[in-house]
């Protein structure tokens, strides 16, 4: 339907060159491509997305860390696996390793296998994940206002201009050590300035790309403001 060339959007296009119709590709905001192409957060996906299914992918792992994490009392009952057709599921799954992190570590100190789970006494790394769940989490509260029920397209893109105002909003706090959006990375001591830099550069990429994606947003805000300027 959307191919540029073969599909309908392109032939469209090939046979009514004057046409001004604007077409929208997609309204989702997929939180894995926006931040593995603006940001680096691969590396960290991958160890996450290991970990859970170093617990999950075995029988025997699986039962006893879901006992262990009932004996604890822990408000889960389990790790969530990571699902790229799922458009929220990198959210749900940093949030409830972040929760779990502690437990995680001290059950794997336990079966000895402390190896499983360094990156989470790791203050480096821990900083990124911490950034990255802060960041995808934000992420995810915009896709679901996107997704609701009986909006219009002016009713999208408001939420998408008001999303890149708090990115710049965000960049802007970073550059001032104020985490107080980012209340994971907050919770990490001392994260150096090295890091906040990239950080706040990765932010300002991620509005880049945002501006890219969403360009036909933006031509369709221009047709109906020269509409409404029409009107009156």
Known sequence: MTGKKSGFLGLFNQNYPWNNVVFLHCVQVHQDALCKSALNMKPVLDAVVKLVNTIRSRGLTHRQFRDFLQSVQSEYSDVLYYTKVRWLSAGWVFERVWQLKDVIVSFFHEKQCSADCEMLEDTEWLSDF?????????????????????????????????????????????????????????????????KLKN??????????????????????QTELDIFTCLST
């Open 130 to 194: 911490a950034f990255f769940t802060d960041l995808v989490c934000h992420m995810n509260n915009l896709n679901v206002k996107m997704q609701g029920k009986n909006q219009f397209i002016d009713d999208i893109w408001a939420h998408l201009k008001a999303f890149k105002l708090k990115l710049n909003l965000f960049a802007g706090q970073l550059a001032k050590n104020d985490l107080s959006h980012f209340s994971r990375l907050n919770s990490i001591p001392s994260v150096n300035e090295e």
């Open 199 to 220: 950080y706040e550069d990765g932010l300002k990429k991620l509005n880049f790309e945002f501006e890219r994606r969403f360009q036909d947003f933006s031509a369709i």
